[in-house]
């Protein structure tokens, strides 16, 4: 399909919604050679698109700077390149504003303002293969896609290589995992030069400029391979990121036939790094919610039978010390219930952990009878969490899920947690290629059908595809707590949680695991490396809106912390990050979802010991609150003696700046509650 196709015109006229403006020009009869031109609707990003005389081309600049020089477009195909001879043959220029409401998020509604520019291209000369690119310029930032008419005439096709470039105008500082080297995305963000990067994973977060700060992802990732980008330095100082898209074991790249719709490619722009975390382009470029009734999609706390496993006191495996047995979940149920966890996680409650079992998701392994436990959680007002780990066999997650999801309905579980440790899918293929991607998208669809919550570990990266599929909740894709039970180099270092929210976390909800209170070490010199206090900041800086308290149940006994997680949202109204800098500390304040509009606030630091000043200017004018404060105590440090800490309350107002002292690899929580105006 081209933009000459009178039914794609129609389409971007018809997007009406409540609050709906939109304006079309489409033209049909462009110069060879001529750019056009298209800007954000505030006129602080400028685009412009053409050609190189031969070859596709678009630049970016923001606020009259140029960002993205000259960069080239195009794939190869079957052998030959798309994109070498090439003209402008028609444009569209379009306009879109609306708001859409989310069923969970760090936002209730979220504002979908952008113009359009889509552009045709057509081969010269006889052949006449054709594409579209699709510009998107929001306020902050832009995003692109390739429509590519049928090249191969209803036949199959391979994408052997795809082409974009996104050329930077100079090296800068960036933020990165290498692709490489980097298991399930479980690395550390490291912070150098472009220049000097290998090949990385995507989300990538460039300090471009004092005022500029760029992070470079895509969305609407949907049967097609995961992005990686590779860094290329030119004499004139710019750097070109080329497009390395996973393969296939075969090495090609992407399989299809007809038209192909390609993700978006994202540049998200901003003056200010904390300014990146605010941004919705990503979900704004996935289609909406295709479930009509999400009633049954609830976001919330829960616990499980999980860090006792990492830290060697149960097993996954049947035994003496096996973890997921009927008695023990119990228990989990009991105290969930008791302090307001909505649901109880139990991993290795089915077989196939032992040597030589057989893994299945159809029955429980014969100390764990999960009727009575499903049975019991519900008389307690909690639910039981589903697990199911494959081992990378997606395959076997394929042929049994239907099974499961069924049966797991028909108990009143909601939530499932899905895991796929080993290298490659069924021993064949790599997770993020096209393979792992149609595997991702079928769970996700199957589990709707059923009523099912995911949790998704060991996933491709997150491309927003939770506003088309709301039930997929969370992803890993994160070097999480784990790391601090078992990792032989000591677990994650002060600047981890300090560094995700700019890197990993812009991706979407992130399952890190927050909240251990217990220090204690099985492998020597491995804790998690924070004080207690930021243990609590955590929960509420690096979001998910089905959020883990990880310890083990009797660390969590007679703690005075508990009482901030127990009071805790995991989904919001509204979020702002008031103060932050890449990799050294972060501060956000979250407001809950109905209630009495209570607002919670986490920050966090890097090693080092800092004062951080927060004024309460978001906070309803005339009205007075009380501020409860976890922060560190006296002599709190992380490698010393992480357990001080504060509990104080305060009164504050709009005009109230919070002082707050957080010790190294410290944090502080508040809960911030709208007082009760006396009746006298």
């Known amino acids: 399909m081209t933009i000459n196709n009178l039914k794609y015109t129609m389409k971007l006229l018809s997007l009406r919604l409540a609050a709906f403006a939109a304006a079309a020009l489409c033209l049909f009869a462009t110069a060879t050679g001529k750019e056009l031109t298209a800007t954000s609707p505030d006129g602080a990003i400028a685009l412009t698109v053409g050609t190189d005389g031969n070859r596709p081309v678009y630049s970016v600049n923001y606020h009259g700077t140029p960002v993205v020089k000259p960069s080239h477009l195009g794939f190869i195909i079957n052998g030959t390149t798309l994109g070498d001879n090439m003209k402008v043959k028609a444009h569209c220029l379009a306009g879109h504003d609306d708001t859409w409401w989310q069923p969970w998020g760090e936002e209730d509604s979220i504002r979908n303002h952008y113009n359009e520019l889509a552009v045709d291209f057509v081969e010269k000369g006889k052949a006449g293969r054709a594409m579209t690119v699709v510009f998107r310029l929001f306020d902050d930032g832009i995003g692109f896609r390739y429509i ?12 052997d290589e795809e082409l974009t470039e996104i050329r930077l105008a100079h090296d800068a500082e960036a933020w990165s995992i290498p692709t490489n080297r980097t298991e399930y995305f479980e690395g550390i963000f490291e912070r150098d030069l472009l220049s000097r990067k290998d090949t990385v994973c995507t989300p990538l977060t460039v300090e471009f400029d004092n005022n500029i700060y760029l992070a470079l992802h895509e969305a609407a990732l949907e049967d097609y391979a995961s992005i ?14 080329l497009t390395a898209l996973t393969p296939w074991q075969s090495g090609v790249k992407v399989y299809a036939q007809g038209e192909k719709r390609t993700p978006w490619r994202t540049i998200i722009i901003s003056p200010t790094a904390t300014g990146l975390m605010v941004s919705r382009l990503m979900l704004n470029l996935n289609e909406p919610s295709r479930i009509d009734d999400t009633s049954w999609i609830e976001p919330g706390r829960y616990i499980g039978i999980w860090w006792s496993i990492h830290k060697k006191h149960d097993t996954w495996e049947l035994g003496e010390h096996h973890g997921a047995t009927t008695a023990n979940v119990k228990r989990y149920i009991d105290f969930a219930a008791r302090h307001g966890f909505s649901g109880v996680l139990a991993e290795g409650w089915n077989p196939g952990w032992g040597q030589g079992e057989t893994v299945t998701y159809l029955r429980p392994y014969p100390d764990f009878d999960i009727d009575e436990v499903c049975r019991y959680a519900l008389s307690k007002g909690v639910r039981f969490i589903g697990h199911m780990e494959s081992w990378g066999r997606s395959q076997l997650i394929e ?106 976390c812009l991706a979407g909800p992130t399952d890190f695991t927050p909240a251990i209170f217990n220090f204690s070490e099985v492998v020597p010199g491995t804790h998690p490396h924070s004080t207690l206090a930021k243990q609590l900041a955590e929960f509420v800086v690096i979001y998910s809106p089905l959020q883990m308290a990880a310890d083990a149940i009797e660390n969590y006994e007679g703690q005075p912390a508990l009482t901030f997680i127990e009071s805790c949202p995991t989904t919001w109204s509204r979020t702002l990050w008031p103060c932050g800098e890449i ?28 004062k951080l000043d927060i004024p309460l200017t978001f906070l309803d004018s005339h009205a007075r609150y009380r501020a409860i404060i976890y922060e560190d105590g006296t002599g709190a440090d992380f490698e010393s003696n992480p357990y001080p800490m504060n509990i104080r309350q305060i009164e504050v107002t709009a005009d109230s700046v919070l002082h707050l002292s957080l010790a190294r690899s410290g944090g502080a929580a508040i809960r911030i509650e709208k007082m009760q105006l006396s009746s006298h």
């Open 148 to 159: 590519i008419a049928d090249p191969a005439k209803g036949q199959p096709y391979q994408i």
């Open 228 to 241: 990686n980008l590779t860094p290329r330095p030119a004499a004139d100082g710019s750097v070109t990121l």
């Open 399 to 504: 042929q049994e899920m239907d099974a499961a999801f069924k049966w797991f309905s028909s108990l009143c579980i909601r939530a499932v947690k899905t895991g796929y440790v080993g290298h490659y899918f069924d021993g064949k293929e790599l997770a993020k290629s096209q393979y792992g991607i149609r595997h991702y998208r079928k769970v996700i669809e199957t589990a709707a059908k059923y009523h099912i919550m995911i949790d998704n570990h060991e996933p491709a990266m997150p491309t927003g595809i939770q506003r088309t599929w709301p039930n997929l909740m969370t992803q890993e894709g994160v070097r999480g707590q784990e790391y601090n039970a078992w990792d032989r180099r000591g677990g994650n270092p002060p600047a981890h949680t300090a560094t995700l929210p700019y890197t990993r």
């Open 583 to 610: 990799g050294r500390y972060v501060t956000v304040a979250r407001k809950e979802r109905g209630g009495d509009g209570r607002w919670f606030i986490g920050a966090l630091t890097d090693e080092e010991a800092r």
